[in-house]
C-alpha cells in the first residue's frame, strides 16, 4: 500500500518531524511513503532534511515550484503572511502550483493522501487526486487561527472568513482527522463543523533508536556548541555571532543545565524563561545555567533572547543556535532538565522527547504539555505566564537533585510505554488500512463518521 504524506511548509516545525518519523516506521506496517513538502535553502532544505525517509519530492520556493507557504501565525515583517490575509487570486496561484506538485509525485496512484494541516494542498489534492480517500493531520496551529477568527479577527485578516469556510470544508471531505490529544477532539468538532467520532487521537512521539539515555561528555560537548563552532546568533547577525568563553562552557558542563529547544516565537515566551531564571539564579544553592537551543536563522518576534538578557543583566543564560534534530540526543543527554513557558503548544513533542532522555520538564498546564507532564510525579507544570510559579519551578528543579532524578526516571518510563513511533505508526497505519477500505462505503454515501 502507498501513502503520499504532503506539507506544505518547509521544514522547520513540529509537523516536520513528525512526517519523517512516521515516514521512517509505516513501511514495517506495510505503508510505502512519498513525502511531498515545501523546500527553502539551508535549514529548510527538504531533501536534506527528510533525507532516507522514503521517495522525497521536495517543492522549491526559491526555483519557483510555488509561491512561499502563508502561516497560521500573525507574525509582523515575517516574509510568511497569515492564511487570513490572503485574497482569491493568491490562493489560486497556491492551489495551481500544489496541483502540480502532486501531479509529479503521482498523488492519484496512491492509496491513501495523508495531508498535514489544512492548506491549499488539500484544494490541489481534490483537483488532482479526487478519487483517493484523505486522512487529515491537525497540528493545532490551524485551530488557533480559527478560534481568533471565531474571536473576532484583526482588520487585516482581510479574507479570514473565507479561509474560515475553506478549512471546514477540506475536514469536511476528510475520511478521518488525526488530532494529537483528547482535548483537541471537540475542540476541532466545534470549530470545523465535523462529527467527533471522525477523529483520531494520535500524539507525536520519539524514536527510541535515537533518544534514549546515553552518556554524553558534557565538557566537550558544551565546549564545541558553545565555544568551539558555536551557531547562536543575535539579532541581525550571522549563526555564530555569539559566542561563549571556554571558560563560560566548561561552568555549563560542571552545572545543572536547564534546556530549551524551540523557535523564538511570541507564544514560546522566551523573554518570560529569562526572565524567570534571572529571579531563580538569586535563590539558587547549586550552580545552573539555561540554554536556548534553536531559534530558526533570522527568525523571532517582540523582544529576542539576547535583548532579554541584556536587560535582565542575566548570568550563565547561553544560545546554543539551530541544531539538527540528529543532534539533540546529545543536547538532552548533557541537560538535567527540559523547560518549555510556552503558553499554547498544542501537544509539546520536545517535552516527550526530553522525557525518553530522562529529562523531567518544566512545562506550562495547558493544552498539550497538560496532558503530557502528570505534576509531582514526571515533572512540574505551571500557570501560564507566571514567571514567580516558573521560577519556583527552576529552584527545585536545580537543587532538589533526588526529586529532578526521580521524575525524571518516571518521565523516561511513561515515555516508552505511550509515545514511542514504532507503536504510534502502528496506530495510524491502522487508520489508513481503514480509510482504504472505506473509499466505496464513502462513494456509497455513508461518509468516514460511521
Known amino acids: 500500500m502507498r501513502v503520499l504524506s504532503g506539507l506544505m511548509f518547509f521544514p522547520r516545525g513540529g509537523s516536520a518531524h513528525v512526517a519523517r518519523a512516521l515516514a521512517r516506521h509505516l513501511p514495517a506496517h506495510g505503508w510505502d511513503v512519498t513525502l511531498l513538502s515545501g523546500s527553502t535553502s539551508g535549514h529548510g532544505d527538504a531533501r536534506r532534511f ?28 515575517a516574509p510568511d503572511p497569515i492564511f487570513a490575509s490572503l485574497d482569491q487570486a493568491t490562493f489560486e496561484r497556491h492551489v495551481g502550483a500544489w496541483a502540480r506538485a502532486l501531479q509529479r509525485a503521482g498523488a492519484a496512484e496512491h492509496d491513501v493522501l495523508h495531508l498535514h494541516h489544512l492548506t491549499p494542498l488539500n484544494e490541489a489534492a481534490e483537483l488532482v487526486a479526487p478519487d483517493v480517500p484523505t486522512v487529515g493531520h491537525l497540528h493545532g496551529t490551524e ?51 465535523v462529527e467527533p467520532e471522525r477523529c483520531v487521537v494520535a500524539p507525536n512521539g520519539f524514536d527510541p533508536d535515537e533518544l534514549d539515555r546515553r552518556p554524553v561528555d558534557r565538557v566537550a560537548h558544551w565546549r564545541r556548541v558553545l565555544h568551539e563552532d558555536p551557531r547562536g546568533w ?10 561563549a568563553s571556554r571558560r563560560e562552557a566548561a561552568r555549563v558542563a560542571k552545572s545543572v543545565v536547564l534546556l530549551y529547544v ?128 516558573l521560577a519556583d519551578a527552576m529552584v527545585q ?25 514504532p507503536a504510534l505508526s502502528g496506530r495510524l497505519a491502522e487508520v489508513f488500512d481503514e480509510v482504504a477500505g472505506l473509499e466505496g462505503v464513502r462513494m456509497a454515501g455513508f461518509g468516514a463518521a460511521g
Open 50 to 77: 527528510y533525507a532516507g525517509a522514503g521517495d522525497v519530492h521536495a517543492v522549491d520556493f526559491a526555483a519557483g515550484d510555488a509561491p512561499l507557504h502563508p502561516s497560521y501565525e500573525d507574525r509582523p515583517g
Open 143 to 193: 485551530l488557533l487561527m480559527l478560534e481568533e477568527i471565531a474571536r473576532g479577527a484583526p482588520a487585516s485578516w482581510r479574507h479570514a472568513d473565507e479561509w474560515a469556510e475553506r478549512l471546514r470544508r477540506w475536514a469536511q471531505e476528510c475520511e478521518r482527522l488525526v488530532v494529537l490529544t483528547r482535548g483537541h477532539v471537540q475542540r476541532a468538532a466545534d470549530l470545523l463543523d
Open 397 to 421: 528543579a536545580v537543587d532538589r537533585e533526588d526529586e529532578r532524578r526521580r521524575r525524571g526516571a518516571n518521565a523516561y518510563a511513561m515515555a516508552r510505554e505511550r509515545w514511542s513511533w
Open 234 to 243: 543575535a539579532p541581525g547577525q550571522p549563526e555564530g555571532s555569539v559566542r
Open 262 to 389: 524551540g523557535r523564538f516565537t511570541a507564544v514560546k515566551r522566551v523573554p518570560l524563561m529569562v526572565k524567570a531564571f534571572t529571579h531563580a539564579s538569586s535563590r539558587f544553592r547549586t550552580p545552573a545555567s539555561l540554554v536556548l537551543l534553536g531559534g530558526h536563522p533570522g527568525e523571532w518576534e517582540g523582544e529576542h533572547p539576547v535583548e532579554t538578557i541584556r536587560r535582565c543583566r542575566a548570568k550563565h543564560v547561553h544560545l546554543a543556535g539551530w541544531h539538527g534534530h540528529d543532534e539533540l540526543s546529545d543536547f538532552l543527554n548533557a541537560s538535567d532538565a527540559l523547560v518549555l513557558a510556552s503558553v499554547r503548544e498544542q501537544f509539546g513533542a520536545v517535552v516527550v522527547e526530553g522525557m525518553a532522555c530522562g529529562l523531567p520538564p518544566i512545562a506550562v498546564d495547558r493544552h498539550g504539555p497538560a496532558e503530557v507532564v502528570m505534576d509531582g510525579h514526571t515533572g512540574w507544570l505551571v500557570e501560564p505566564d507566571d514567571a514567580g510559579a
